[in-house]
């Protein structure tokens, strides 16, 4: 990944806009009016940028695909993701291929499988269908475990994919390599083409969302798409990007230290402790100088989170902007505001997370 991609560097959107033009990203504004009820992590670009999803969406039908990677709890970072596939679901029609990276996830980390597979459902299946993921229309699947009669066109078409790329191609994406990198990577090419096979109802449009570090990815499925051109007659594979949501203390937002994320199945207690001692704010040393110079809110934690999911009124989030730049707003005052929403929605999403068991198994069934 180039240094200069550095989502949450700053909040200044062209400034953003500009990275992505600069790897032939195209900026998501563009596609922004073809929408009738865009998302909001897409009216307030945390939604940034696309490849040729303009084609996807002008297509009658397409799909959604992406793959995930069991790690631990399933935070707000994780959400956001979850967000977007279940607005394609639901708004715009979407087919949507979820798929377990734990071959991935077994190789890379060491990870154990039983282990990595009981992560996938307890914390990110579950979380997906209480925040509103669908039976119906998805296709969710294991990368160990292609459904039964499904299984053979997904390897054969990433065995196949190996003869389409190169070693130093991979070397110049991934680094050393090794055998279990190889067999995730020529995987994930398949996750991302197989909708496109007949077997999976043939030709269409699929997009992948994706945080913008995941762009080379993208470009190594769309270079091997393009060399199966004669034989398969692929489409391109889209892409839509993303910004990272924030760590609690400013930094990354990382599965391995709880004191970094608000975990979906956090206690609403917990999450309200969290946030009051870890919170990175973006006000001044003392009352006076915040009431005089004002608070910078794209650094606030707290006010990120309710930019990006927790504050749905765009006049509200604008003038919680302004108060707080203008310093008639405090830290303080801004955690609380955060603390309410993220309880009420922690409440609720728990409740519906135990409901959700319900329908695991129509997820799992094939
Ligand atoms: N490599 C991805 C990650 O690190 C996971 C993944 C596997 C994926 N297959 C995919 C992402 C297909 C997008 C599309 O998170």
């Known amino acids: 990944m180039s240094k200069e991609i550095n989502p949450w560097g700053s909040d200044d959107v062209t400034d953003y806009e500009k990275t992505a033009k600069a790897f032939g ?36 039908d397409y799909a959604m695909m ?28 979407a087919k949507i291929f979820l798929c377990v990276a734990d071959v991935e996830a077994y190789n890379m980390r060491l990870a154990d499988m039983k282990k990595l597979r009981e992560t ?17 229309n998805c296709d969710f699947y294991f990368q160990s ?5 499904r299984a053979s066109p997904y390897y054969r078409l990433a065995s196949m994919a190996a003869k389409k790329v190169t070693m130093n191609e991979l070397a110049a994406i991934y680094g050393d390599l090794s055998p279990g990198k190889i067999m995730s990577v020529m995987l994930q090419v398949s996750d991302i083409l197989h909708p496109q096979l007949k077997e999976f109802g043939g030709n269409k449009n699929v997009v992948v969302p994706v945080g913008i570090d995941q762009d080379p990815h993208i470009r190594l499925s769309r270079d ?6 004669k034989e398969l007659g692929f489409a391109l594979p889209g892409a839509t990007y993303h910004r990272f949501i924030k760590g609690l203390k400013g ?3 990382s599965s ?42 794209d650094i606030d934690v707290s006010f990120q989170y309710l930019f990006t999911q927790f504050e749905p009124d765009d006049r509200k989030i604008e003038k919680l902007r302004d108060d707080y730049k203008s310093g008639a707003l405090l830290t303080g005052e801004l955690k609380q505001i955060l603390i309410e929403k993220l309880t009420a929605f922690l409440e ?5 997370r135990e409901i959700a068991r319900k329908k695991v198994d129509r997820f799992l069934a094939e």
């Open 25 to 60: 990203i195209s900026p998501f504004s563009g596609v922004l009016k073809k929408l009738k009820n865009p998302h909001l992590l897409m009216r307030r670009c945390v939604v940034f940028g696309h490849r040729d999803f303009d084609k996807v969406l002008a297509s009658k």
């Open 66 to 93: 992406t793959g995930l990677m069991p790690s631990g709890k399933f935070h707000l970072g994780h959400k956001i993701l979850a967000d977007q596939i279940i607005y394609h679901q639901k708004e715009l029609g």
């Open 120 to 136: 996938a459902i307890e914390e990110y299946l579950l979380n997906y269908i209480a925040l509103g993921l669908e039976p119906k």
């Open 145 to 149: 475990d292609r459904s039964k009669e």
């Open 224 to 229: 091997i798409a393009a060399r199966f051109q």
């Open 251 to 253: 930094g990354k937002m």
């Open 256 to 297: 391995s230290d709880p004191y970094s994320y608000i975990a979906l199945t956090d206690d609403p207690k917990e999450a309200k402790k969290k946030i009051n001692k870890y919170a990175f704010s973006g006000g001044r040393e003392t009352i006076e100088e915040h009431r005089k110079h004002g608070g910078n809110p």
């Open 348 to 352: 609720d999403h728990q409740k519906k």
